[in-house]
């Protein structure tokens, strides 16, 4: 029986490593629709992760960050995000991406409990909202998720005062990049449907190149292979790295490529045994100062992260 459930990518890199999932499973696991049991889970979200592509094609990544119930689920296949219960920037690259009917990946993260669902759509931005409607959703598991619990501040304050852009990474950039335990990507199949994950491990886990590539390891996940599928056949991406002490942002947008079938020891012991990596070449990035105002409370790095012997 044919799975119809992935595409080209998806299949080729989970044929690569003798992976078949079961269809049934797998379409008890990616609906059309949202589950009608994580509606409240989506309705009580303060933090949700955003993919979108600007006029050159170029793919970015968003947060934006809102009072509870700032989402709002009309039906299992209709959302509304209220702009006026934004607790993030509105100058935000996103708003000017999004078009009508403009293609989305949504990431409804909950750090605090580790827990996710990942969406993808249409989205339309009106004056007061972002309108989404769902083509495929399914939950995904809590691995390498860093618990954090977002307090927000009460302190009236200016957001995204300061922005700026630039094209190579600058020292105060890979200082930042190499400290990060978490950062969240977007991605797109040939069909162009966007994707918005998130990638986490011990600080250090990205390794920054001579020539500014980041290189970043493949860790064991749920074998479908939703983001190297799309990589392998759409190699771009948009990265989001967060400073969660002061509320900046930085979002980078550029180029990859995968590697697969690095053998040595070195490299088993930084991505768990998978020998995968994946590169990513900055082509453009906007940095945004107070991006948001919240103390994000570390608690507790994942169990899962490898151990990384230095920074």
Same mark, same amino acid.
């Given at each position: 029986? %044919?799975?119809?459930?992935?595409?080209?990518? &998806?299949?080729?890199?989970?044929? =690569?490593?003798?992976? $078949?999932?079961?269809?049934?499973?797998?379409?008890?696991?990616?609906?059309?629709?949202?589950?009608?049991?994580?509606?409240?889970? @989506? &309705?009580?979200?303060?933090?949700?992760?955003?993919?979108?592509?600007?006029?050159?094609?170029?793919? $970015?990544?968003?947060?934006?960050? !809102?009072?509870?119930?700032?989402?709002?689920?009309?039906?299992?296949?209709?959302?509304?995000?209220?702009?006026?219960?934004?607790?993030?920037?509105?100058?935000?690259?996103?708003?000017?991406?999004?078009?009508?009917? #403009?293609?989305?990946?949504?990431?409804?993260?909950?750090?605090?409990?580790?827990?996710?669902?990942?969406?993808?759509?249409?989205?339309?931005?009106?004056?007061?909202? *972002?309108?989404?409607?769902? #083509? &495929?959703?399914?939950?995904?598991?809590?691995?390498? *998720?860093?618990?954090? @619990?977002?307090?927000?501040? =009460?302190?009236?304050?200016?957001?995204?005062?300061? &922005?700026?852009?630039?094209?190579?990474?600058? #020292?105060?950039?890979?200082?930042? @990049?190499? +400290?990060?335990?978490?950062?969240?990507?977007?991605?797109?199949? %040939?069909?162009?449907?966007?994707?918005? #994950?998130?990638?986490?491990?011990?600080?250090?886990? *990205?390794?920054?190149?001579?020539? !500014?590539?980041?290189?970043?390891?493949?860790? *064991?996940?749920?074998?479908?292979?939703?983001?190297? !599928?799309?990589?392998?056949?759409?190699? =771009?991406?948009?990265?989001?790295?967060?400073?969660?002490?002061?509320?900046? +942002?930085?979002?980078?947008?550029?180029?990859?490529?995968?590697?697969?079938?690095?053998?040595?020891?070195?490299?088993?012991?930084?991505?768990? !045994?998978?020998?995968?990596?994946?590169?990513?070449?900055?082509?453009? $990035?906007?940095?945004?100062?107070?991006?948001?105002?919240?103390?994000?409370?570390?608690?507790?790095?994942?169990?899962?992260?490898?151990? @990384?012997?230095?920074?």
């Amino acid at each position: 029986m %044919k799975n119809t459930h992935f595409h080209q990518g &998806e299949l080729e890199i989970q044929n =690569k490593y003798n992976i $078949w999932h079961d269809p049934a499973l797998a379409e008890r696991l990616l609906k059309d629709h949202i589950v009608e049991q994580l509606i409240p889970f @989506i &309705e009580k979200q303060s933090t949700i992760i955003l993919s979108s592509l600007d006029l050159d094609g170029n793919i $970015w990544t968003s947060m934006l960050l !809102g009072n509870e119930e700032f989402v709002k689920v009309k039906t299992r296949k209709k959302i509304e995000i209220y702009l006026d219960q934004l607790k993030s920037t509105q100058s935000e690259i996103l708003f000017t991406n999004l078009r009508p009917k #403009s293609k989305i990946g949504v990431l409804f993260i909950d750090t605090a409990s580790r827990t996710r669902y990942r969406l993808n759509g249409y989205a339309t931005l009106l004056s007061n909202k *972002i309108e989404i409607t769902v #083509s &495929e959703a399914y939950p995904n598991c809590p691995k390498y *998720i860093q618990q954090r @619990i977002p307090v927000f501040s =009460k302190e009236p304050s200016e957001l995204g005062i300061k &922005e700026s852009k630039g094209q190579a990474l600058n #020292s105060f950039h890979k200082t930042w @990049i190499k +400290s990060a335990d978490t950062f969240f990507m977007s991605s797109m199949n %040939k069909a162009g449907d966007m994707d918005a #994950s998130h990638r986490g491990g011990a600080p250090g886990f *990205i390794e920054i190149l001579e020539d !500014g590539t980041l290189k970043i390891p493949d860790y *064991i996940g749920n074998n479908l292979f939703n983001t190297l !599928g799309n990589l392998l056949k759409v190699p =771009k991406a948009g990265l989001l790295f967060l400073d969660f002490k002061e509320g900046h +942002s930085l979002q980078l947008t550029g180029k990859t490529e995968l590697i697969f079938d690095q053998e040595e020891n070195t490299d088993f012991e930084k991505t768990m !045994g998978t020998g995968r990596y994946w590169i990513f070449k900055t082509t453009q $990035w906007i940095q945004t100062k107070v991006h948001h105002k919240i103390d994000w409370k570390l608690i507790s790095f994942s169990p899962f992260n490898p151990k @990384i012997k230095q920074l």
